[in-house]
């Protein structure tokens, strides 16, 4: 219905980043707020290696949820994957200095590569993967236009991983947060939350600024 109000999240999906896991700084302190929330329903799957893998997979445990009520949360090569989550329709997406050109950046990667945060765990990142990656891309391209307005971005000037001017450009239409400093794990995460949280209609403890800035 045309001026319909939207009705708030119940179902919440985090995507870490490459090499990540549910263990990451933000995924954790997520999930310590989601179980405070009753009635809302919480996902942050360990991805495989596969792109297209791991979108299969996120696509099949979310295709029950409710168009209307979801959400996705996504850092890294995660908010790559959430921007084109967005691109199926209904999503609302917050994006942490997400990847914009992982085919690229991930090239050098291809081999026997360490999870993070368990370097015991050990996976190949696979030549096949690239192209994959290519395929999403431009699926998520292709959708930009109708998916930007649903989705917040947060970058960092001083990430030490992505290129902030490329990650500002490719979201620009989109509710665009650039912060002075900073790194990629985005360690001032708790100060923005509330904004995030706003943002995908979920519960938040502040309230609005008086006004919207294009850096905050």
């Not at 979310?62 to 908010?79: E, F, N, Y």
């Not at 209609?201 to 294009?214: G, I, M, N, V, Y």
Request: charged share 20%; net charge negative; with cysteine.
């Amino acid at each position: 219905m045309t001026g319909a109000a939207r009705p708030p999240t119940t179902h919440l999906l985090y995507l870490h980043g490459f090499r990540s896991s549910p263990q990451s700084m933000k995924a954790a302190k997520m999930a310590t707020w989601a179980a405070t929330q009753p009635g809302l329903t919480w996902w942050c799957p360990q991805l495989p290696p596969s792109p297209a893998e791991a979108m299969a997979l996120v696509r099949e445990g979310t295709r029950d949820w409710p168009v209307d009520r979801r959400a996705v949360m996504g850092s890294s090569l995660g908010g790559f994957y959430a921007a084109a989550l967005a691109g199926d329709g209904g999503w609302r997406a917050v994006l942490i200095n997400p990847a914009v050109h992982p085919a690229r950046d991930l090239a050098k990667y291809i081999g026997e590569q360490t999870a993070w945060h368990d370097p015991q765990t050990r996976f190949f990142f696979r030549p096949e993967f690239i192209a994959e990656l290519e395929t999403i891309d431009a699926a998520a391209r292709a959708a930009a236009a109708t998916t930007a307005r649903r989705m917040q971005t947060w970058v960092a000037q001083g990430d030490e991983v992505l290129d902030w001017r490329e990650m500002a450009a490719r979201h620009a239409a989109t509710e665009l947060h650039v912060l002075e400093g900073g790194d990629h794990a985005l360690s001032s995460f708790d100060d923005h939350r509330d904004a995030m949280l706003r943002f995908l209609r979920l519960p938040h403890d502040s309230h609005p600024p008086a006004e919207r800035h294009a850096c905050d």
